[in-house]
């Protein structure tokens, strides 16, 4: 059965550096999201990308996060000068172009560390 | 704007019971999905049972299954038999159906399955 991965699946970096996040959806799938979990919290959406764009953002997807779609099987998240905050567990998500009953598939997540 | 809420952090049921985890919600629409997601250990997010708000009937797959109050805007999630592998957190979510169908999710309830 076709999975969502992520990649690395820890990742630890020092305050200020950047990092960058990847994942590799379901090949068919239309719409990208990640969503981030800080340990013990909801899970919580940061943003949708549609068509090379992005559709939707979260408040928390600030100028420090970026998106894209390089080569049309990775999508990833940068996070350009990390924070202690931006510590948490990252999910991708993929999903079909259709609108009734197709739910997102998440990948395994990447745990980012920031010292 | 919608909200998920999850009231009980954790619950405990002793294995081959019947536990029922709780979600309440909030919307102004009248047409959206609603989700069952599980995390176990490994932190990977697993579709559990998924409700479409048009559909009557409550959906069920094997020992898992809601109780659907639109009316009430519950959506409850029974699980039978518990199984010792059934322990995780479990993830209630809400999706529009209009938009780019991000995910709201409750804060989560914590499963403990005692042997």
């Known amino acids: 059965e076709p999975e969502v991965t992520q990649t690395p699946s820890h990742q630890v970096t020092q305050m200020g550096q950047e990092v960058i996040l990847r994942c590799v959806p379901i090949s068919n799938h239309l719409y990208f999201y990640w969503y981030r979990q800080i340990l013990g919290q909801k899970v919580e959406f940061l943003v949708s990308f549609y068509n090379n764009e992005i559709s939707e953002k979260s408040e928390i997807f600030d100028d420090q996060f970026s998106v894209e779609r390089p080569d049309g099987s990775n999508f990833t998240l940068k996070i350009r000068s990390t924070k202690l905050e931006d510590s948490a567990m990252y999910f991708c998500?993929?999903?079909?172009?259709?609108?009734?009953?197709?739910?997102?598939?998440f990948g395994p997540g990447t745990r980012l560390t920031v010292t | 704007a919608q909200t998920v809420t999850q009231s009980q952090p954790e619950m405990s049921v002793q294995e081959a019971e019947t536990v029922t985890l709780s979600c309440t919600y909030d919307?102004?629409?009248?047409?959206?999905?609603l989700f069952w997601y599980k995390q176990p250990p490994s932190r990977q997010m697993i579709l559990v049972i998924r409700q479409e708000a048009y559909k009557q009937q409550n959906a069920t797959e094997n020992r898992f299954s809601v109780n659907f109050q639109k009316a009430a805007k519950s959506f409850s999630l029974k699980i039978s038999d518990s199984q010792l592998g059934d322990a995780a957190m479990y993830f209630c979510a809400y999706r529009a159906t209009s938009g780019t169908y991000k995910y709201i999710f409750g804060t989560g309830t914590r499963l403990k399955v005692l042997a």
């Open positions: 998500a993929s999903r079909t172009g259709q609108a009734r009953g197709y739910e997102q598939y």
């Open positions: 919307t102004s629409e009248s047409d959206y999905y």
